[in-house]
């Protein structure tokens, strides 16, 4: 009977330091994902810093890939940590917020650019932009007369049946307030092909010449002659080579984890400053 009891203490002591570790390595683990997750975000408030200022030293009257601000290179802030930041003018994409504009012209182009993109990719646009506009009416039990505008194309994926939009298509539209206007120097070729397609034919000289020289000014477009002057006209109030909001992503891998933010920041002459904030993976803007 005193061996049975002694084995039957031996084992509870046992099972006792197995919890015991079990816990501790919990905690352990949870303490450094906690020690990580702060080291990132003083990274991520360094790199917008850094943004900051490279965006109020850029003295170019366009933005170009040539820009200092731009390709940054990854660097390494010590033995197990590496940081990644990259700029991008939010008007190298189309507002996905002017599917419903009181401006009827700029309304009608943003929707038959998205069914062509969306199509182009091998899903129905029809579909897609009938739920998106049905999302974004004003209420129909008269809760809210205001259309309802994106203020993250991650949104987009809440809405039944559009899960991974921003996944999928984060190439090409955005939810920043852009005016309308896409930037010729970093527009993807798609883009510019359906949010313009009168100059459709000539996407391939427009990335030719930008690859080249950036286009420092719109009227520079008439220099590749495929463009008339009725066409050029027409696309005149669509076009910029300037930006004032720029998306900038931050990947920080510290080990073997990985932290991502997302910051959207509004330039205004010589002052940046930050409109909106997002910290986890995926594509927000």
Known sequence: MILIAVLIIMVALVSMVMVIENRSSKNFDYS???????????????????????????????????????????????????????????????????????????????????????????????????????????????????????????EIDYIKGLSKFSFKFHKYFTAA???GRININ???????????????????????????????NVTQLRDIGCIGDKTYLKILPFITTSSNIFDVRVDVRI?????EAEILMDRIGKYVKVLKYFEGKGYYE
Do not use: H
């Open 32 to 154: 450094s994902r906690l020690l990580m997750e702060n080291q990132a975000a003083l990274y991520f408030n360094s790199a917008i810093s850094v943004a900051k200022r490279l965006l109020e030293n850029d003295d170019n009257n366009y933005d170009a890939p040539s820009d200092d601000w731009y390709n940054l290179p990854p660097f390494r802030a010590n033995g197990n940590t590496l940081v990644s930041m990259s700029i991008e003018p939010a008007n190298s994409k189309i507002d996905i917020n002017y599917l419903i504009s009181p401006n009827k012209s700029l309304s009608k182009r943003t929707k038959s650019a998205f069914m062509n993109i969306v199509n182009a990719n091998g899903l129905n646009g029809n579909n897609f932009l009938n739920k998106i506009i049905n999302w974004m009416k004003p209420n129909d039990e008269g809760l809210s007369n205001s259309v309802k505008t994106f203020y993250s194309l991650k």
């Open 255 to 259: 080990s073997n984890k990985y932290f």
């Open 186 to 216: 970093f527009a993807p070729g798609e883009v510019i092909e359906a949010y313009l397609p009168e100059i459709g034919e000539c996407v391939g000289d427009i990335i030719k010449y930008r690859q080249k020289q950036p286009f420092k």
């Open 177 to 179: 307030d852009v005016k």
